[in-house]
């Protein structure tokens, strides 16, 4: 029998939610990188605008051409850019946080058990099946 056979069938849910949760956090924060990324960018591309004079001509991407674009119209753009990147980033943030509190309270049941032993792990999974 191998090792994850003799484990309860409870024990094996949770080291399952354990991982899952894991690699849900692991996703949030490859998210959490990508929009502070992306709201550093918004912010160099505000302050390089904000050296320019008015009189600069400042164009952007649009697909596969530069369009020359009024600088109030780009300024506003990249501060609204920035604010919703803030936001999304904030509420990455709270994800992580609640994942991580999850992955807490999971291993310390997981490691309780395991400390128990089989008697303690026994009365838990008969206290499930109640």
């Not at 008015?54 to 600088?71: C, E, H």
Request: charged share 30%; hydrophobic share 40%; no cysteine.
């Amino acid at each position: 029998m191998s090792e994850a056979e003799q484990l309860p069938p409870w024990l094996r849910e949770q080291l399952a939610r354990f991982e899952q949760i894991q690699q849900n956090l692991q996703a949030v924060l490859v998210q959490k990188q990508q929009v502070e990324l992306e709201q550093a960018e918004a912010e160099k591309a505000l302050e390089e605008l904000n050296k320019n004079t008015n009189s600069d001509q400042i164009f952007k991407f649009a697909g596969n051409l530069l369009i020359k674009v009024p600088k109030d119209a780009i300024v506003k753009e990249l501060a609204e850019k920035k604010e919703l990147a803030g936001t999304r980033s904030l509420v990455l943030a709270k994800q992580e946080a609640r994942f991580r509190a999850s992955l807490k309270e999971i291993q310390a049941k997981i490691d309780d058990s395991m400390r128990g032993g089989k008697s303690r792990a026994a009365a838990a999974a008969a206290a499930e099946e109640e």
